[in-house]
């Protein structure tokens, strides 16, 4: 009996698998889906951000709690060390996004943890491979395409974490707006002095804002102006990022044969 319930798990297993790891197309597109999904996530959580609670967000706060649901749970059915995925901040994450998008959350709460969310964009490694292989632009692009995403998501999660930390207390802060307006203008050090945010968890805040928005805001100025790179490893040292135009390893000095994909 409990064999002939097995196969049918199995063969489940095993075609889940398949559109999660396999290099076929139907695998790829599928892997392409789910990363329009998380595309499409994040930006209904920015626009909801702004936007009153209503039947209709609520009932699309269901549907993509559904679906992050299902992809949450198909990635641990074919996990291979489902106890080691468990002990990750991303797995975490994932269900805290869930809970906020099916639990019925008080207000605008959800939001702030929804913008965990955000933060699935940076960890799915296979897709990365996949864009790698699939986009001359992320290929040429990558380094300032991740220092955009980095600072994106920073931004947003401060964004939260800044709303739901003062909207009770501090008058300056009504809105998501106003609390994008303000990481933006701490992130910067701008620092107008309109809005700010009183007390000791207030100044820690601010100042976590400043040093590592800081800190990502100059990761994307070095990706922006550092000469651009392509990633070929290196068969002898194995260094993986070389000047687009380079003929030896500046490492160990070994002859490369880096594809030329022609002139634009």
């Not at 798990?9 to 789910?34: H, N, V, W």
């Not at 000791?200 to 805040?205: D, Y």
């Amino acid at each position: 009996m409990l064999d002939s319930a097995a196969v049918p798990f199995d063969a489940l297993k095993s075609r889940i698998r398949q559109l999660y790891e396999s290099e076929t197309p139907g695998g790829t597109k599928f892997r392409y889906a789910l990363l329009l999904l998380d595309i499409v996530t994040v930006l209904f959580i920015v626009a909801t951000s702004f936007l009153p609670r209503t039947k209709a967000v609520e009932s699309l706060d269901l549907v993509f709690g559904i679906l992050i649901l299902a992809d949450f749970s198909a990635r641990m059915i074919i996990s291979r060390h489902p106890l080691h995925d468990l002990a990750r901040l991303s797995t975490w994450t994932d269900i805290v996004v869930i809970i906020s998008f099916l639990a019925p959350l008080a207000g605008e709460a959800g939001g702030f943890l929804r913008a965990f969310r955000t933060l699935r964009l940076l960890r799915d490694y296979q897709m990365v491979a996949r864009l790698r292989t699939d986009s001359p632009f992320f290929r040429k692009n990558e380094e300032v395409v991740f220092a955009v995403a980095n600072l994106g998501v920073f931004i947003f999660v401060m964004t939260g974490v800044v709303y739901e930390t003062q909207k009770s207390h501090n008058p300056q802060i009504a809105n998501y707006a106003d609390a994008l307006y303000f990481t933006v203008t701490a992130l910067t050090t701008t620092g107008f002095g309109d809005i700010t945010l009183p007390g000791t968890v207030g100044r820690l805040i601010t100042v976590v804002i400043m040093i590592f928005g800081v800190t990502l805001f100059l990761n994307l100025a070095k990706a922006l102006l550092a000469p651009s790179k392509v990633r070929f490893p290196c068969p002898v040292c194995a260094l993986q990022r070389h000047d687009a135009d380079a003929v030896h390893c500046k490492a160990c000095g070994t002859i490369l044969k880096i594809p030329d994909e022609g002139m634009d």
